[in-house]
């Protein structure tokens, strides 16, 4: 025979159950409590971004796999993309541009050696990823973009995460940024079919220069300056998008 539970019963089950529904019911959780939840969840996915591509693939300086774990990828990439942000590969900004794979962000930054202090300029601002790593290994940055709408967000971007020391401009990166040179180190995030005279000018002595160059082919190069020579040397294949502007002339 089935007995009716008495009132109070019932009122105790049905609490009961009211707060196992709210728990298990993420929808319910205020906006802070689930920002924390999504930023827990996104420093696990750098921490696997680290351990299975970057580690793997020879990054071993442990200043860069810090850096790559502090900066939020994520942030830096449409909102649609967040959850492919730290998939080791390449995802679109937008006006035909894309933020880099993190592996050749953290294999670019640990090739030029930078120490804390160093002045760097940067071509390419992008969305800033490349610009806020640069950051975390200490270095004084200076961003061209010549796409001028991606600049500005980038900043904006920058400066809402806290990078506010980088330096950002709007301009053609092929010519430099002569009013700040000499640099400690240049890196360019775009392919010209040719080293941009500029760029290797305005390196202090013992400068060093990172930038893929090709056209359907490309190399990343690192170029170190000894006084009035360059000395090159051809890091591995790549694939990048084209320099534009004065590049192409």
């Known amino acids: 025979m089935l007995l009716r539970p008495r ?8 609490l009961v159950m009211a707060a196992i529904g709210c728990a298990r019911d993420t929808s ?3 906006p802070a409590a689930q920002a924390t939840a999504d930023d827990a969840e996104f420093a696990r996915a750098r921490e696997r971004m680290v351990m299975e591509h970057l580690v793997p693939e020879g990054i071993n300086d442990e200043r860069v796999l810090a850096a790559l774990r502090r900066v939020p990828r994520h942030r830096f990439v449409p909102d649609s993309l967040q959850q492919n942000a730290y998939e080791d590969r390449p995802l679109p900004i937008g006006h035909g541009q894309t933020i ?4 050749i962000v953290a294999f670019m930054s640990q090739n030029l050696g930078l120490k804390p202090g160093d002045k760097v300029l940067e071509v390419g601002t992008g969305s800033g990823y490349q610009a806020a790593v640069l950051a975390e290994l200490g270095a004084r940055v200076f961003s061209i973009e010549i796409v001028e709408t991606l600049a500005h967000e980038a ?3 920058l400066k809402n995460l806290g990078y506010e020391s ?3 401009r709007v301009g053609d990166g092929y010519l430099g940024w002569p009013e700040e040179a000499p640099f400690d180190a240049v890196i360019v995030t775009a392919a010209p079919d040719h080293v941009p005279p500029a760029l290797k000018n305005q390196l202090r002595d013992g400068g060093r220069l990172i930038l893929p160059v090709g056209d359907a082919h490309q190399e990343l190069l690192l170029i170190t300056r000894r006084g009035d020579a360059f000395d090159t040397q051809k890091l591995l294949p790549v694939r990048f ?3 534009t502007g004065e590049a192409q002339k």
Do not use: E, N, Y
Request: charged share 15%; net charge positive.
């Open 28 to 30: 319910r959780a205020t």
């Open 100 to 103: 880099s794979q993190p592996f």
């Open 7 to 14: 009132r109070s019963v019932k009122l105790w089950f049905g």
């Open 241 to 243: 998008v084209p320099m």
């Open 155 to 157: 900043a904006a971007r």
């Open 166 to 168: 980088i330096q950002t």
